[in-house]
């Protein structure tokens, strides 16, 4: 194709696409999956609790006018996962996109940090991407075309104090990313890592309010700023439609420049 017959406008275009989005009840999750139903595409979203997923479909619903479904399930579960893809794939009739974005955080000194925090970390923020993804090729594979995007973070490269564990498990979602466009690619599906910087949402209200932390992010991210959500948007965008048919396997960092200096 030459650059005079690509339809350049249609790049990113997404519309009639279905997209599945975990851990969309509230945070980052719902605000992606709402920028997909603005954008044209008919929405499962997917998390563990039925009225806050039930409360964020209405409000996904209300305001894209698109059609939005909720399947409540424990993506840790892998019989759970089985069952709800194929719910949300009957639902709609397909699917095309999956972002995998479930996923939990919890701090403690490494000599302190409890047995059960551990393996809570490693099955919600790496077994639920495996799991999802794993049923979503069994749909993807016979129609040769499909798009997952993790949401990995800028912990998929660096660590800080106190969050070894959840670094480890963000390090593992950018290989098993890697390792999954290894599998996938050959049969035309793209699987790529979105990975936010410091963002501003209700679950890092209490470091917003740091006044002291969010002056270390000002002096540490070159854009001197805490991410918005809605500058994930754009990159899942590019991620979730033909303008990335040749990326593959690539972990996108959205965070101001912060992994790019010292």
Not at 103 to 122: I, K
Not at 170 to 196: F, S
Not at 245 to 253: E, S
């Amino acid at each position: 194709m030459t650059a005079s017959t690509l339809d350049v406008r249609s790049l990113f275009d997404v519309a009639g696409r279905r997209a599945l989005v975990t851990g969309a009840s509230r945070g980052i999750g719902l605000r992606l999956a709402e920028s997909l139903a603005a954008a044209g595409c008919e929405v499962t979203i997917v998390a563990r609790s039925p009225q806050p997923l039930e409360r964020a479909r209405v409000q996904v619903m209300a305001g894209t006018g698109a059609r939005v479904h909720a399947v409540a399930f424990d993506a840790t579960q892998s019989d759970q996962v089985a069952a709800g893809v194929t719910s949300a794939v009957e639902a709609m009739g397909g699917l095309d996109i999956v972002v995998n974005n479930a996923g939990v955080q919890f701090r403690a000194a490494v000599t302190e940090f409890p047995d059960d925090q551990w393996h809570r970390l490693l099955e919600t923020n790496v077994s639920t991407a495996f799991f999802v993804s794993r049923e979503a090729a069994k749909v993807m594979i016979p129609q040769a075309a499909g798009k997952i995007v993790n949401i990995c973070s800028v912990q998929s490269e660096l660590a800080r104090p106190a969050i070894a564990p959840y670094s480890a498990t963000k390090g593992a979602l950018k290989m098993l990313t890697r390792g999954l466009c290894a599998d996938l690619g050959p049969y035309g599906i793209q699987v790529n890592g979105l990975a936010p910087g410091y963002v501003d949402t209700e679950l890092t209200a209490a470091l917003v309010a740091d006044d002291e932390f969010s002056a270390w992010i000002a002096r540490r991210t070159p854009a001197g700023r805490w991410g918005q959500v809605d500058d994930l948007v754009g990159t899942l965008l590019f991620l979730s439609s033909r303008a990335s048919d040749f990326v593959n396997g690539q972990i996108v960092y959205v965070d101001g420049g912060m992994t790019s200096v010292l």
